[in-house]
């Protein structure tokens, strides 16, 4: 079984441009998240979907992030414009949903460095 | 006052020994008690997870979770430098379908031979 997709893996920019990042979650899992990794922390839920609905976006900064999940399978992360605080590694993760203990898969992660 | 505190910091022992990790938190919310490891450069993955209070135990690896002092654990026996990586203690609320995790700050453990 393929696990989560990410690209790209490194992500180097100057404050004040813009980026995005991809995520392809496992096929079938309706669930899918962004967290936000800052070195030394655990990381931090941005934004999940159901399918291509948001069920929980409170910890977005709205103001210069953005999420979408047009087709309820693949999603990208933008942020426009970018801090020198953004840096980090932006985690995607998705699950089968359910009250049970379904489990969160992780991709690897894209690292954002920002100058 | 965080969720979820995670201790110790960066820890560093001998090849064989013994490992205690730990987290404690603040929501009585939280039903779900899991632990990831992370790799450098790679996502987490699901280490162990406990539903209620008790104990559990995979091989070298033995959880416990005691709900009435909000108080998680982890212990690794016969530590590996396999086993170096930073370990991240993961809380989810029951009675909800989507699975949002709160982690704690993490543990970077290096095992050394």
């Known amino acids: 079984e393929a696990g989560v997709a990410q690209s790209p893996r490194y992500k180097i920019i100057e404050k004040r441009q813009s980026v995005a990042f991809w995520c392809n979650p496992i096929?079938?899992?309706?669930?899918l998240y962004w967290y936000q990794q800052i070195l030394g922390q655990g990381p931090k839920l941005l934004i999940q979907f159901q399918n291509n609905g948001v069920v929980d976006d409170s910890q977005l900064p709205k103001d210069r992030f953005s999420a979408e999940r047009l087709k309820g399978v693949d999603s990208t992360l933008k942020i426009q414009p970018a801090k020198l605080e953004d840096s980090a590694v932006y985690l995607c993760?998705?699950?089968?949903?359910?009250?049970?203990?379904?489990?969160?898969?992780f991709g690897p992660g894209t690292r954002l460095t920002v100058l | 006052q965080k969720e979820v505190e995670q201790d110790p910091g960066p820890l560093s022992v001998p090849e064989g020994a013994i490992v205690s990790l730990n987290c404690t938190y603040s929501n009585s919310a939280f039903q779900y008690f899991m632990w990831y490891r992370q790799y450098s450069r790679k996502g987490p993955e699901l280490l162990m997870y406990?539903?209620?209070?008790g104990n559990k135990e995979d091989g070298r690896f033995t959880a416990q979770v005691d709900k009435s002092s909000k108080y998680i654990s982890l212990f690794i026996r016969d530590s590996q430098p396999s086993d170096s990586a930073t370990y991240l203690c993961?809380?989810?609320?029951?009675?909800?379908?989507?699975?949002?995790?709160?982690f704690g700050q993490g543990t970077i453990l290096t095992v050394h031979p």
């Open positions: 993760a998705s699950r089968i949903p359910g009250q049970g203990m379904n489990e969160q898969f």
């Open positions: 993961a809380l989810r609320a029951g009675g909800t379908s989507y699975g949002k995790l709160t």
């Open positions: 096929s079938g899992h309706a669930t």
């Open positions: 406990t539903y209620s209070s």
